[in-house]
């Protein structure tokens, strides 16, 4: 005979293994993949992790097989006009080889071997080895958030949090524990009463079913089986003196009769569900320490800087959002755009609004300044800036950002990190880039982007992993 | 009407009662009526991702871990999500009790179909055909690929992942070359493997001295003795030669070597009888389920659903029609089958030209010998007849690379037949897959170095990843490797090697 088995609640992810196994062996493919991809498309797809392409060459399983040359015959079915003796043209393109059967050869050399990386495995190589630089991720402050917790069960709550399983739990022992006495008796004065001593044994049946099924529940639960057997026992006590009451009136021949009555209404009355069984799952609020950072965009928007160069500073802000969104539970961003006066928009503005004027940097950085003083106070706040510009400040300008940056905000900041944006690389170096290349600060670097492909390597060198050094 | 209440079921969810009465129903067909000799079956219901997982692993149960079988994963499963491969409806091991997998997601003839077709079909097939009684142990293979995982998680563990990948990389290379094909294995057994690998391990750390590293290098042997040609025969089994003789393998290598190779040659009966078995199991589910029917066990609209899937499986493209992806073994496997069946029951002049010893006999006994005794190449080149090459259009191309254009050969006509049928069956044939590779030499007194010989097959050279090949053997052997292309005079034709410096 057959056997039949369900399978479908068993383990279902198998091969994870082998595919973990693959993902390392083929990392520096996949990275390759990946970093490909961000040329291409923008930042915030990428977040939701996609499809990547290696080439199939470089992971084929390679074998012995026939190669292309040679005599060989092959076999078609569906010939409509040959006749013996035709010639035909060698079809390009195509090996020889295709004729035998499923020879398996066809996985394609050239074809690109394409699969889907999951959001997180997508991140994790898009940011592997990637650290961030001075990380004292400051909990200090003891920043808390309040989360919700288990914390077992209660007996009253909202009708969404009921659990079903734990009501039906504490209904079940009740009912044992109430009417079990009672089925019990029941069961012996029936027994009696059949004179031919056929032995009832549906309602003892039922009474070890119950039973059965109760050791069941409470099996699943340890710590619930006290409360059922004192319940359990509590019951019982009180169906016992209930049946000693009884026994004094039951002397006569139809006392059992009255008793088998008795005890059926009292069984009946044993509701299947009560109030006092009903359970709620219970959650407390508990205070969480939470890591969070804020993340201040500075950018240049005076006439300068097109729509190019606003998509570079654009990129490399999002790779910096999502960067530090992994490694803090909470992130703000602050936005911050300026021409000759900087101002705090939000984020369509910053990066969609035109605005014309002149350029004084300065005023950024005093925006900053400020908003970090009344909001974001250094003690429980990871505050990393991001400027983007592209190089041209005039006058005393430069000058002086570069000493407010190294005085007033580089004291109070994990990182802070100069993009200029150009259209081509230009001979030399900006007014800005040239002050600021004067800092010496470990939290401070500062990079040059060309073209959307820089973005990453760029962004990549600005945070791969360093031995961290402690800052002063 | 009274009919109706014959029916298993109606409607198109199946439950478990309801699969247990399929089953029966069928069994009672298979085994009562047409006398199929079957395993036992184990049934197992799984869903589309365990499929996708069974497919990885190459249908067993359980394998042990590799990045190949992750590939495989992957791929399938961007298919399948992409909707450009469906999951097959089942998947059915050669093992007894004869483990056969459902997918939940049929349909309750489905369920019927694919329990006819895996757990009758298939199932009697590995019971009956000769080459699956000689070359497999249905009985051990699931005990054998646990032990085959424990141990080669045991080393990863003890020798680092990456080095037990690159030995079962270059095993995997060689695989289709640890097949012995003229003599039948000794039996699987997973606990005499586990005795046997702790005993080979003991005895050679008992073996171990020191000393032995202390003798002086001998100096006098290369003139002293004639060097012996060594192996005398050549050997086809290349992994099984590695295993008993390469001079560098550790222990555990050769072990693993020893697993892949056993693999290799469970599985080959598979790549052999390919038409045969696919053919054999759509036959019969069709057989059983028109019976089914017959009997007004099941209805008009569950037979639709079998039909139009069982169309599907058995339809055959012409090779310049959109779609076009070889010769169907299914749709080919089937129409012999159920033209051995026609020839015996109701043979036209022709059939008994061709066929005078099955023409009119009895067809449940000439099917069986058919099943039990023959391979693909062997069934084509005896049963493929003159209608069914008519049926298929078949016509054979010649292609010779010396020559600018392709000739036809011969065609579905009486001059044709002969020729067509047996060039269809030599491409089911071993040597029409794969290229022709021994073990020539191992010089074993000298350089160690091993030779092999390929020989070229009508003129075709090896394929272009034949140099890979020989790097994965150069590492599994440690030594200098050498392969010698000849022609068919025996002519060497050219040399590749692969030194143990690079």
Redesign the interface.
Same mark, same amino acid.
């Given at each position: 005979?057959?056997?039949? =088995?369900? &399978?479908?609640l068993?383990e &279902?992810? *198998?091969?994870a293994?082998?595919? /973990? !196994?693959?993902? !390392?062996?083929y990392k520096k493919q996949i990275r390759r993949a990946v970093s490909e991809r961000i040329g291409e498309r923008s930042i915030r797809d990428m977040a939701t992790g996609g499809e990547v392409e290696i080439p199939a060459g470089d992971?084929?399983?390679? !074998?012995?097989?026939?190669?292309?040359?040679?005599?060989?015959? =092959?076999?078609?079915?569906?010939?409509?006009e040959?006749?013996?003796?035709?010639?035909? *043209? !060698?079809p390009q393109g195509q090996g020889?080889g295709?004729?035998?059967?499923?020879?398996g050869?066809g996985d394609g050399?050239e074809d690109n071997?394409?699969? /889907?990386l999951s959001r997180d495995e997508f991140m994790e190589i898009f940011f592997d080895d990637l650290e961030l630089p001075h990380l004292l991720r400051t909990e200090a402050g003891d920043i808390t958030e309040p989360a919700y917790e288990r914390a077992g069960y209660t007996r009253d709550g909202a009708p969404v949090n009921l659990s079903v399983v734990r009501t039906m739990q504490q209904a079940l022992g009740r009912r044992i524990a109430l009417s079990g006495a009672a089925r019990r008796r029941l069961a012996e004065l029936e027994r009696l009463q059949a004179s031919d001593a056929v032995v009832d044994v549906e309602s003892d049946a039922a009474v070890r079913d119950i039973a059965a099924d109760a050791v069941e529940w409470v099996d699943a639960d340890k710590s619930s089986f006290a409360d059922v057997s004192a319940d359990a026992a509590d019951a019982e006590d009180t169906a016992e003196s209930a049946d000693a009451d009884e026994a004094d009136v039951a002397a006569l021949d139809d006392a059992t009769t009255n008793e088998l009555e008795a005890l059926r209404s009292r069984i009946a009355r044993v509701p299947f569900l009560d109030e006092i069984d009903l359970r709620y799952r219970h959650r407390v609020q508990v205070p969480k320490p939470v890591s969070r950072a804020v993340m201040f965009c500075l950018m240049d928007v005076s006439a300068s800087m097109d729509e190019h160069r606003k998509d570079l500073a654009k990129r490399f802000f999002t790779l910096l959002f999502l960067f530090l969104s992994r490694k803090y539970e909470r992130v703000e961003i602050i936005f911050i755009r300026h021409t000759d006066d900087a101002e705090e928009v939000d984020e369509q503005t910053f990066f969609h609004d035109r605005k014309t004027g002149g350029t004084v940097v300065l005023s950024a950085l005093t925006l900053m300044h400020e908003i970090m003083h009344e909001r974001f106070p250094a003690d429980s706040w990871n505050i990393y800036g991001a400027q983007a510009s592209d190089g041209d400040a005039f006058g005393v300008d430069p000058e002086r950002s570069r000493v407010f940056v190294e005085e007033s905000l580089l004291p109070g900041l994990r990182h802070f990190a100069y993009i200029e944006v150009c259209e081509r690389p230009e001979r030399h170096r900006s007014t800005l880039s040239s002050a600021y290349a004067r800092i010496d600060d470990e939290r401070f670097a500062m990079r040059e982007v060309n073209e959307r492909r820089d973005i990453y390597p760029v962004f990549r060198e600005l945070f791969s992993a360093r031995p961290t050094r402690v800052p002063a | 009407m009274s009919d109706a209440t014959n029916f298993l079921s109606d409607g198109q969810d199946w439950t478990f009662e309801l699969l247990t009465d399929y089953d029966r129903a069928i069994r009672q067909i298979a085994v009562d009526e047409f006398g199929l000799d079957c395993y036992p079956n184990q049934i197992e219901v799984i869903a589309s991702e365990q499929m996708l997982d069974a497919y990885a692993s190459v249908g067993l149960p359980i394998s042990y871990h590799h990045w190949s079988f992750g590939k495989a994963f992957i791929s399938h499963e961007q298919s399948y999500r992409r909707g450009a491969q469906g999951l097959a409806y089942e998947i059915v091991i050669n093992s007894d009790p004869c483990i056969a997998y459902l997918m939940e997601e049929n349909s309750l003839p489905m369920q019927a179909l694919v329990i006819a077709h895996a757990c009758y079909g298939h199932n009697s097939f590995f019971k009956g055909n000769y080459l699956f009684r000689q070359w497999t142990d249905a009985d051990a293979i699931v005990d054998y690929m646990v032990f085959a995982r424990n141990y080669v998680s045991e080393c990863e563990e003890r020798f680092g992942i990456e080095a037990v990948e690159a030995t079962l990389d270059a095993c995997h290379a060689l695989q289709e070359f640890g097949v012995s094909r003229y003599h039948r294995p000794a039996p699987l057994s997973a606990a005499d493997e586990l005795l046997r690998q702790r005993e080979r391990e003991e005895s050679a750390r008992q073996r171990h001295d020191e000393l032995w590293r202390t003798l002086p290098a001998a100096t006098d042997v290369d003139d002293a003795v004639e060097p012996r040609v060594f192996p005398e025969e050549p050997e086809e089994n290349i992994l099984y030669f590695i295993e008993k003789h390469s001079p560098s393998l550790a222990p555990w290598q050769r072990e693993l070597v020893r697993i892949v190779r056993k693999l290799a040659q469970y599985f080959y009966p598979q790549g052999q009888t390919k038409v045969m078995n696919e053919g054999w199991a759509t036959f019969w589910h069709y057989t059983i389920l028109n019976r089914l029917y017959d009997k007004r066990q099941v209805g008009d609209g569950f037979m639709l659903e079998v039909l139009t899937s069982h169309t599907n499986v058995v339809a055959q493209r012409g090779f310049d029609e959109r779609g076009y992806g070889g010769i169907n073994p299914y749709a080919l496997g089937f129409a012999m089958f159920t033209d051995i069946r026609r020839i015996c029951e109701a043979p036209t002049d022709e059939d008994r030209e061709w066929f005078p010893t099955i023409a009119g006999s009895d067809w449940r006994e000439t099917l069986d010998t058919a099943m039990r005794q023959y391979k693909d190449e062997s069934f084509i080149n005896q049963f493929l007849s003159p209608k069914l090459i008519r049926d298929f259009r078949l016509f054979a191309i010649g292609d010779d690379a010396g020559r600018p254009f392709l000739e036809v050969d011969s065609i579905h006509n009486e001059a044709g037949y002969r020729r067509v049928r047996r060039l269809l069956s030599t491409q089911y044939d071993r040597d029409g897959l794969l290229p022709d590779i021994e073990v020539l030499r191992f010089d074993r007194d000298r350089s160690r170095s091993l030779t092999l010989r390929h020989r070229q097959h009508r003129g075709k050279p090896l394929g272009g990843e034949g140099k890979k090949v020989l790097w994965h053997l150069q590492r599994l052997w440690g030594f200098d490797v050498k392969l010698e292309t000849v022609d068919e005079n025996g002519e060497v034709v050219s040399v590749a090697s692969v030194g143990s410096g690079g």
């Open positions: 005979m057959s056997v039949i =088995i369900d &399978r479908r068993n &279902r992810n *198998k091969s293994g082998n595919r /973990a !196994r693959f993902m !390392r062996r992971i084929s399983e390679p !074998r012995w097989r026939h190669g292309e040359g040679g005599e060989r015959e =092959i076999v078609l079915p569906g010939n409509r040959f006749e013996s003796g035709d010639r035909l *043209k !060698r020889g295709g004729g035998s059967g499923d020879g050869e050399d071997f394409t699969f /889907a | -």
